[in-house]
């Protein structure tokens, strides 16, 4: 057979005018009934000089065999191409004008000998009739599953490339082979073809059951094609992995698949198709869902997925999104726009926290962790989470996608925040799976939220994927200015975006502290309409350990002056035990004299039993005389277990005299199990003329820990202090140091202290040292 270029030549040189092509001449002598479609028979080259392609059109009945029996037809799958059908093929003794690609493919297909019967939709289809295009589109899951075999047509081997490459694929499979630089680029030129991001392909070699791929004159096996490719896959760019993954995925299942049964479905849903294929290509936009409908689930059955080029795209567009997400919500889309918005209700599930895409698990499935909400906690969808297996070509799920449940959908679809609004990266999640727990209940209306989606299918020619990073920066009536929302509807649906954010961030915070990828990317990609809420602030400052600091920074940096800093959030940070003061140094950089200090603030940074000095010295610092030191905080600084004594001091410092200590302020200090002793001693001693009440005395007893020093220190401040009944019975009932602290009052009373029948009592109750305290008590009785 001549190369390619010497054919080309004599076309040229043998052409002869052809009378113009009338579909109607072929197509009406063919007329279709139900299950059936056109064949072609390819006539043999029996002269080596022929270079007209001769073919005899002929109708052929699909269910003319058993069920699941294989026919002997081929069916091609190639690529259109974009240039005009330029070239010429007799077809029934007629010119019929094809594009330059298939004319390729049928010279090489054409045998010298043997007629072969193939099916070719640009010849088998009457592209001019669109009724008849929508009766067929049904009949292509049939038409590619029953055929004896799919040829795909990836060319020719333009520039040395195509032919060397399959060569070098069939080698890396069968053989392992190192593959060489030179057979690695002409393999890279090859796998970037249109053919590999063609949307039609992907019906045609899914539901195939034999494969054989062609590049030029040479052929492989398609399940060679794929072990070669996978040989060599860690050479494969990144860009390549969504495109040739997926595609090969299906031509390896090939093989295995059962024989075909005539009306079967595919395995994934609409919505699971699109997902993983929308980005392909197609030359009319309708084709992103028609193409796809030999593969789904839905079924032909569906009304919003009956074939129908006479709509608009932006109508099938809207009926195959409804159909997807469900008759609860609402879809609009526009004619000048490739994007739908989908508003309804949802349940927020939780957040992906970790995308697992390096095979971990060994089961070549990309594994993310889901970390559930309270909401689906509550409704039974696990204590913290759970696991989630994708298709290895999954790459787009990323940290920081939310999983929410649409209501009236069939599964839940996988979002991500764009600004003010929520754009779908997954329609469908996996189906259910061991690490997914059952959901116990359904949810109430006090669990829904207000939602509002984007959803893309990009154009049919486009390279790009169907989610633009440049969205993530947009709001959605940039995205789609046509689109119109109620301003309470708006406002419902941002509260409610604002409530997942709280729920996120809370939950996450007490999980670990830090900022997670997850975390960042819900501040960073946050609509300045969307509010941040108190309870939010409130739990990032209070954070005791991880990273609230870089938290507040972000935020700092996203909403500047907008970022409500309450009294309430001041006080959270003031209580915060190891990290308030850092946190409240940087409130003062950002707000500076604005900050609001209360006293209710300095209570909280006075009992803060870490921090607490250096909280309430850069309060002091910042305010000076203007900070309130009420009789509250004085409190608060004498409980203070670890570093009360040091915050007194600090308050006598700045205060002196004017500091309000109050018998209830002794007592507290006197009762404080830690540091009472030397809280006790800055109060008295800064205070000589302060007066020791009874109750001051009964706290000192009755303190477990330091009650012995403290008495001993009031009654060398005070000889003459007053032992009441109410004292005693606190030492009695003293579980820690209780004994010494009886010592210690008969030693200074001896007979004259007050042993009551309700002294005796809390004597006898004391688990630890009753039994002592009782001998003193007796010794003391009868002496």
Known sequence: MPNFTEWKARIRRQAKPHPKFQPHDVYSATPLTPNTTRVIRLLPQREPTTTQIKCELFTYNLSGKQSGERHLYEAVSYVWGTGPRCHSITLNNCAFPVTENLHAALWHLRDRQLERVLWVDAVCINQDDNKEKERQIPLMRTIYAQAGRVIVWLGLPLDGHGDQALGSIRQAGGEGLTVMEDDYTSVMVLLRRDWFRRMWILQEVGVARSVVVMCGSVQIDGHAFCQGLAGMDHLLPVDLHPIIHPVVQLIRGAPYRPKYQLHSRGVFSMGELLDMYRSCRATLQHDKIYALLGLSLDGLDAPALQPDYSLPWHEVFQRATAHIFGASCTVKTWPESHTAVITGKCLFLGQITSVDQDNNHGDGQVHVWVHCTTAAQSLGYGEHGWDWAFPPFSESVREGDIVCHLQGAARPSIVRL?????TVIK??????????PDRQSNPSEDHLSNIALTFTIPPGSSNNSYYDEAEQSTELLTITPSYHEDPST????????????EDRFVRSLHYNGNMSPALQHLISQCSPKVPISEQLL???VSCPT?????????????????????????????????LGYPILQLLF??????????????????GNTDKGCQIMSLLFEQRGWGLVISEEAVVAAAGNYWSGHQI????????????????????????????GYETVKVLLQQRKSLQISDGVVTEAAGNPRHGHDIMRFLFARDKDLAISENVVKAAAENGGNGYEIMLLLLEKRGKRLPISDEVVKAAQANSLYGHDIMQ??????SA
């Open 648 to 675: 007194l001091r600090l308050f006598f410092e700045q205060r002196g005299d004017n500091l309000p200590i109050s018998e209830r302020v002794v007592e507290t200090a006197a009762g404080n199990t830690r540091c």
């Open 589 to 606: 950089q950002k707000r500076g004299e604005s900050l609001p200090v209360s006293e209710q603030v300095v209570v909280a940074a006075a």
């Open 490 to 501: 708006e406002t419902k649906r941002l509260h409610d975006t604002a409530a997942l954010l």
């Open 776 to 781: 003193l008590l007796a010794s003391a009785q």
């Open 538 to 540: 409130q739990s990032v």
């Open 546 to 578: 991880g990273e609230p600091i870089q938290i507040m920074q972000l935020l700092f940096q996203k909403r500047g002056d907008k970022l409500p800093i309450t009294e309430s959030i001041v006080r959270a940070a003031a209580a915060n035990s190891r």
């Open 427 to 436: 329609t469908s999640a996996p189906s259910a799976s061991p690490g997914e």
């Open 418 to 422: 764009c600004q003010d609004h929520f």
